[in-house]
């Protein structure tokens, strides 16, 4: 590998829940491969700058990435205006979601740089949603769950569009688990955390947990107050690494 | 983290967005992350058409703070204009 590594860049159509046709942001490290892949699920406000940013970020570390947006279908002429009349609306449901992840993850597969081997990372509530899909898709080899929040929720916060309990799928994930917490975060709190521990735990399941003190929600943000200097690249020093480990 | 809380109001007048004028019926508030304000929380109303769903609105990100003097000069601006058009 070159010290610089080059990647290509584009935006591709994939075939999204009831062969929908959406649309996602892909990158991929320059040359045959075969690499390992990932997709990136990004959080409420939708399908934004710093999401990009962090497919470019695996891409340069020797995983393809791949960050559909998860609200193609709304009206709007730019994804923000998409994010808005979905968040009116309700969001996305999670049967939708876990289409559009199956269908993202068969994309992956199809192209011959691929190994074969995908995972699923997501941050706020795509770290909900990764959660979910892990639990949804069998196929799936690992997930990086960034900071999701309502992991474990109380039956009245279910909805006709989130049914059940992510925790609940917990027992089918059967892929390595890799979570990045902010000690200072309010959803989830290092209590939910701990909670969201304990089950894994109890289920026998292969998970690593990291906790950073002094970091809040969503760290890994730059251009955001809540960026952690320190905590951020240590953070992705063990994303990449969770991803290499399981995916080469 | 992202919720799904969502306030919802009725209005009636006309906002003014990049293509120039639109009706509007409604304003969606929400404190959540912003999409384009540096801010981790923000207070974003987006003034839109929901009856005619095009996806068009205009949209306003703010801190929590800038909000609340909002309303204040709202109120303030209400009392006054109501006083001086009695």
Redesign the interface.
């Known amino acids: 590998m070159a010290f610089y590594r080059g990647m290509i860049t584009e935006v591709v159509e994939f075939k999204g829940h009831n062969g929908d046709k959406g649309e996602a942001y892909y990158a991929r490290p320059q040359g045959d491969g075969p690499f390992p892949a990932a997709i990136l699920i990004h959080h409420m406000p939708g399908w934004d700058d710093w999401i990009m940013e962090a497919t470019r970020k695996l891409a340069h570390h020797g995983i393809i990435g791949i960050a559909p947006n998860l609200y193609f279908r709304e009206p709007g002429k730019n994804p923000d205006d998409q994010a808005a009349t979905s968040r009116a609306a309700g969001g996305v449901s999670d049967d939708q979601m876990v289409g559009d992840m199956e269908g993202a993850l068969a994309f992956l597969r199809a192209q011959k740089q691929c190994n074969g081997k995908v995972g699923i990372m997501g941050f706020c509530s795509g770290g909900r949603h990764a959660f979910i899909a892990a639990g949804r898709i069998p196929s799936l080899n690992a997930i990086v769950d960034c900071w999701g929040g309502s992991v474990i929720v109380d039956a009245k916060e279910l909805t006709p569009k989130r049914p059940v309990n992510p925790i609940d799928y917990a027992k089918d994930i059967n892929c390595p688990i890799l979570g990045i917490f902010g000690n200072d975060d309010k959803n989830p709190d290092p209590e939910q955390v701990n909670k969201t521990e304990e089950v894994l735990k109890k289920l026998g399941k292969s998970y690593e947990f990291h906790r950073y003190d002094g970091a809040g929600h969503g760290f890994f943000a730059s251009e955001r107050p809540n960026y952690r200097l320190e905590q951020a690249i240590d953070g992705w020093k063990k994303v990449y690494g969770f991803f290499h480990k399981h995916l080469d | ?4 809380i ?1 306030e ?1 109001t009725e209005l009636s007048g006309s906002a003014k967005g990049p293509n120039g004028w639109m009706t509007i019926d409604s304003a ?1 508030v ?1 404190f ?5 304000a ?3 929380h923000s207070l974003n109303i ?1 003034f ?1 058409n ?1 009856r005619e ?5 205009v ?1 306003v990100e703010i801190s929590k703070e800038s909000a609340l003097k909002l309303v204040d000069a709202i109120m303030a601006a209400i009392k006054q204009g109501e006083a001086a058009h009695a």
């Open positions: 983290m992202c919720t799904y969502i919802k969606n929400y959540d992350h912003p999409f384009h540096p801010l981790d987006d839109v929901a769903g095009t996806g068009d609105r949209a």
